[in-house]
């Protein structure tokens, strides 16, 4: 009778207790550094997001020289975090095709101010004067951003960095 108590109060505390979470700490730049914070799955959302990218060849030859192995396990991670969707390719089943979510286009003013920042403090092949108009349109260039994502456009927002790599 005793044992049984003892399993039963156990069982009880342990579906009683908060579920334990999965993140480091509670802290909201933490959990976000957690789930998008390394430059392979930033790099990605950029590549999706101003270069219209849309495939694994796309990423794979983007010219960052991404790992395969790396790249794959970076898409199945945006996808499990809801930032990145897979959808099949309609003329090739085989193949995906990757899009942002509602909550990865949600990254776009924070991709616009490391690009600012980026320009302002180190050297990059970024044009100064495009830089600087972003900077002081940075409104007008989010709507955009927002615009040809909800309409599937997949045109890069900035050219200098280039579209797909096709053969």
């Known amino acids: ?73 970076r898409l199945r991670r945006l996808c499990r975090a809801g930032i990145v969707s897979a959808e099949p390719d309609p003329t090739d089943r085989r193949q995906k095709h990757y899009r942002l979510t509602e909550k990865g286009i949600d990254l776009a003013p924070i991709l616009l101010e490391i690009l600012v920042w980026g320009a302002k403090h180190e050297q990059t092949g970024a044009p100064a004067e495009v830089i600087a108009q972003m900077a002081q349109n940075r409104d007008a260039v989010l709507a955009e951003t927002r615009r040809r994502w909800r309409d599937r456009d997949p045109r890069p927002i900035l050219p200098w960095l280039g579209g797909p790599k096709r053969n």
């Open 1 to 73: 009778m005793t044992c049984k108590k003892q399993v039963i109060f156990a069982t009880v505390l342990c579906v009683a207790k908060k579920p334990t979470s999965a993140h480091r700490s509670g802290c909201p730049v933490n959990i976000s550094l957690e789930v998008f914070g390394d430059r392979w799955s930033l790099l990605i959302v950029r590549d999706l997001m101003v270069r219209g990218f849309h495939t694994f060849r796309d990423f794979e030859h983007a010219g960052e020289g991404i790992a395969t192995n790396i790249l794959a396990d």
